[in-house]
C-alpha cells in the first residue's frame, strides 16, 4: 500500500541544479531520505530527514538540501553545483513509524561535462 512517487530527474550540464521530489501515500513515515545508485557502484545514501534532525553524505554538503513538507508528505531534495559524479538513479526512501523501510522506482540524474 505504500507508494512513492519521485519526479524532478534530467539532464543537467555541470554546475546546474535540479530539484527531486517524491511523494509519500500509505502510511506515516517517520524517516524519509534519498540515495544514490551508479553504474558499477553500490547504493548510497545522499540525505536523510526525520522529524528531529537532517543528515548529508560527505559529498552532498553545502550543496544538497533536503527538506520536508509534512502536509504534503513530500520530501524534496534541492542539488546545486551539480558534478558530474552525481550521476545516477536517485532513489526515494521512506520509513515507516513501525519501521518498515520502502523505495521508490528512482529517477536518471545525468551530469554532462
Known amino acids: 500500500q505504500v507508494q512513492l512517487v519521485e519526479s524532478g530527474g534530467g539532464l543537467v550540464q555541470a554546475g546546474g541544479s535540479l530539484r527531486l521530489s517524491c511523494v509519500a501515500s500509505?502510511?506515516?513515515?517517520?524517516?524519509m531520505g534519498w540515495y544514490r545508485q551508479a553504474p558499477g557502484k553500490q547504493r548510497e545514501l545522499v540525505a536523510s530527514?526525520?522529524?528531529?534532525?537532517?543528515n548529508y553524505a560527505d559529498s552532498s554538503k553545502g550543496r544538497f538540501t533536503i527538506s520536508r513538507d509534512n502536509a504534503k508528505n513530500t520530501v524534496y531534495l534541492q542539488m546545486n553545483s551539480l558534478k558530474p559524479d552525481d550521476t545516477a538513479v536517485y532513489y526515494c526512501?521512506?520509513?515507516?513509524?513501525?519501521?518498515?523501510?520502502?523505495w521508490g522506482q528512482g529517477t536518471q540524474v545525468t551530469v554532462s561535462s
Open positions: 526512501n521512506a520509513v515507516t513509524r513501525w519501521g518498515i523501510s520502502s
Open positions: 500509505g502510511s506515516i513515515f517517520s524517516t
Open positions: 530527514i526525520s522529524h528531529y534532525s537532517t
